[in-house]
Structures are given as C-alpha cells and as structure tokens.
C-alpha cells in the first residue's frame, strides 16, 4: 500500500477535527499535526482545496475553511445529528 500523500495527510486531519467536534481546524493546527511550520500547512491546506474537483471551498481571500464535504464549518439548514449529538452542519 502506497504511503498517504501530504494531501492525503491534510484531509484527514481536517476530517478527524471535524467529526470529532463540528468545527473545521485552523491552519496552524493542521501545521502541528503534519509536523511542519505553519506556513507549510497553510500551503497544504491551499493546495488540497485548489485541487480540481475536491468537493470543499475556503472563505474567499482567506485561509479558513468554509465546507469540506460532507461538513459544512458555518450554519446551514442542514443541521446533522448523530446518536442524539447535534454539532454538525451539512453541505
């Protein structure tokens, strides 16, 4: 089995944060697990959402997430609860 890529890396991370407490992680915290310098993980969190086709976008101008399917890092009407636990939004 091949090794995850840096992308690979990155979106787990991002997926981990989310699952785990609703909320997208921040560059610097994505920088902190990947075990690289902050702007190393700003980079990486640029480059996986710039990918053609990833299914997330980052607020314009800046380096937060907005969505990262399936979640959402702001309120939609699509509030997701999972065994009685509302802390998600959906896309």
């Known amino acids: ?3 995850p890529t840096l992308m690979d890396k990155t979106f787990n991370i991002i997926m981990e944060r989310m699952v785990e407490t609703g909320q997208a992680p921040h560059y610097a915290e994505i920088a ?4 690289v310098a902050p702007e190393e993980g700003r980079k990486a969190l640029h480059k996986l959402f710039s990918t053609p086709g990833f299914a997330g976008w980052l ?3 800046t380096d937060n997430i907005v969505s990262c399917a399936p979640f959402n890092n702001l309120p939609t009407h699509y509030r997701l609860t999972i065994d009685g636990e509302r802390k998600w939004f959906g896309q």
């Open 59 to 61: 607020y314009p101008k």
């Open 32 to 35: 902190a697990k990947l075990g």
């Open 1 to 3: 089995m091949p090794e």
